[in-house]
């Protein structure tokens, strides 16, 4: 998080918040998304690598789920970061079926049930 390493995010929210569109802000000093999205691509192809059947559980934090997810299921990691969400408390279930086809299960805590 570069210079926002330790702050309170409701804290830095006005600065820091716009710096999220650019992958490539290292929050001067941090790692920009485009280098996690990256090695995240690079981690996830390697397990999917050496597992081509059968169930893998993996578990990260909220800022990298998208981006495993993205990659498993062809969205570029922008659109990813964009469109994917995930709170505490959430899993999500991805089932790669034949020719790029997939379904995504989201469990979600009872707080969320908006969400449905």
């Keep these: 998080f570069g210079i926002y390493e330790g702050k ?3 804290d830095v929210a006005k600065d820091w918040s ?3 569109a650019n992958l490539n802000d290292d929050m001067e000093g941090g790692e920009s ?3 996690i999205a990256k090695r995240v691509s690079i981690a996830t192809r390697e397990i999917v690598k050496n597992h081509p059947n059968g169930t893998v559980m ?13 990659e498993l299921i062809g969205l570029a990691p922008e659109k990813a970061i964009k ?12 089932e790669i079926l034949d020719k790029g086809s997939f379904n995504i299960w989201k469990l979600i805590p009872t707080s969320k049930l908006d969400q449905l």
């Design 83 to 94: 469109e994917i969400r995930q709170s505490n408390d959430e899993v999500y279930k991805l």
């Design 33 to 35: 998304l485009a280098s």
């Design 58 to 70: 993996i578990v990260a934090h909220g800022g990298v789920n998208p981006l495993v997810i993205g």
């Design 18 to 20: 716009p710096r999220l």
């Design 8 to 10: 309170v995010e409701k």
